[in-house]
Structures are given as structure tokens and as C-alpha cells.
């Protein structure tokens, strides 16, 4: 069972440059999330979808957009990359509760 | 809004040893509470979970009960094992969050090493 994939799982970016973080599920749920996970922070969220066709956004949305591509997919992009966004990125999905996580991607930003 | 807070880490047990990681809220009305556990590399699984006042959730000899009184969601484990070691999150959901599209309020994190 794949569950929540997220690609890449590792990525080095410079400041300025655009990237596009991809998640997919096949658990055929109906929400999706976008997180960051920074030391002693916990997870924040960056965006989340409830359904097919909505984006709403979360704690932390700016420098951010997303995309519900369709059910199973919903991607995160940077549109100019900058060091503050140097985390671990995780994707989650649910119907209800719990929320299922990707294994995440981390981003580092020079 | 709503809050989670953590005790402080890191936490170094030997194995055996009894271990506490203290949680407490803050939220309107009856939120329902998780904790979550990320072993290295992972992303994050649920270990258990509380959705009333004084249920219990327990999984692989981990338990915490939900205290109203308090505000508070403990989590326990009477004999940690070396494979224990990972960060553990409590979190928690609006009760009237609890349908698609909910957004989870996690703590800060607790890093727990158990040591052979």
C-alpha cells in the first residue's frame, strides 16, 4: 500500500529559483494538507484542500501556492525560493480522522 | 485560537524506564486529541487518540487519557524499549472539525531517545 507519496525526497534549491513539490494518495480521501516542519516548531500548515476543486489557506500560506490537481494529487509550489523556506515539507491526506503523511521532502534553500 | 503545548525535550530514558510526555490545550468546546509519533526519516503516524472527556487511547503499551479538568493529554508508557526512540506530537482537531477538510493544531514536539 503506497499511501501518501511525495516527490522528490530531497532537493537543493537556489534563492529565487521555482519548484514544485508533488503529492500523490490512494486512499481516495477528500482532504488534503500541506505542512512545514521546522526545529521546535512543530508542524504548521501551509494549505490545505477539503475537497476536489478547494484550496484553503492555513497558518502559513505566504510565498506558497497549491494546486488540487484532481482527488488524488495536490502540489505545492515556490515561486521564488527564498532561505526562510528551508524545512521538511510533509503532505497528508484524510477522510476524517486521522490525517495519513507522506514520508516528506526536504528542502534546503542557499 | 487554539494551542498545544509540550514539556521540553529532548527526553534520554534508559530502556525500562517509565515514561511521561506532558501535553496540555487549549481550545473552545471539546476538541478531540492525538498524539502522533515520527520515527527517523518518516513522516508522522498516529499512535492513539481521545475524542471525549476521560476515554483513554492506548497502542503498543503507549496511553494517554483525555482531561477535561485540566486540559491536559499525557502520554504514557510504563517500560520504553530502544525502538521507542522517535518525536513524538500531541495534537488536536475542533470537535465541529471533525469531517473533511479538518485542520489538526499540533505541539511543538518531543524528541524521546531511549538508550540500551
Known amino acids: 500500500n503506497a499511501g501518501v507519496t511525495q516527490t522528490p525526497k530531497f532537493q537543493v534549491l537556489k534563492t529565487g529559483q521555482s519548484m514544485t513539490l508533488q503529492c500523490a494518495q490512494d486512499m481516495n480521501h477528500n482532504s488534503m494538507y500541506w505542512y512545514r516542519q521546522d526545529p521546535g516548531m512543530g508542524l504548521r500548515l501551509i494549505y490545505y484542500s477539503a475537497s476536489e476543486g478547494t484550496t484553503d489557506k492555513g497558518e502559513v500560506p505566504n510565498g506558497y501556492n497549491v494546486s488540487r490537481l484532481n482527488k488524488r494529487e495536490f502540489s505545492l509550489r515556490l515561486e521564488s525560493a527564498a532561505p526562510s523556506q528551508t524545512s521538511v515539507y510533509f503532505c497528508a491526506s484524510s477522510e476524517r480522522q486521522p490525517q495519513h503523511f507522506g514520508d516528506g521532502t526536504r528542502l534546503s534553500i542557499l | 485560537g487554539d494551542s498545544v503545548t509540550q514539556m521540553e525535550g529532548p527526553v534520554t530514558l534508559s530502556e525500562e524506564a517509565f515514561l511521561t510526555i506532558n501535553c496540555t490545550y487549549t481550545?473552545?468546546?471539546?476538541?478531540?486529541l492525538f498524539w502522533y509519533v515520527q520515527y527517523p526519516g518518516e513522516g508522522l503516524q498516529l499512535l492513539l487518540k481521545a475524542t471525549k472527556a476521560d476515554d483513554k487511547g492506548s497502542n503498543k503499551g503507549f496511553e494517554a487519557t483525555y482531561r477535561k479538568e485540566t486540559t491536559s493529554f499525557h502520554l504514557e508508557k510504563g517500560s520504553v524499549q530502544v525502538s521507542d526512540s522517535a518525536v513524538y506530537f500531541c495534537?488536536?482537531?475542533?470537535?465541529?472539525?471533525?469531517?473533511?477538510?479538518?485542520?489538526?493544531?499540533f505541539g511543538e514536539g518531543t524528541q524521546l531517545t531511549v538508550n540500551p
Open positions: 495534537a488536536l482537531i475542533p470537535l465541529e472539525g471533525e469531517t473533511s477538510g479538518s485542520r489538526l493544531t
Open positions: 481550545a473552545t468546546g471539546y476538541p478531540s
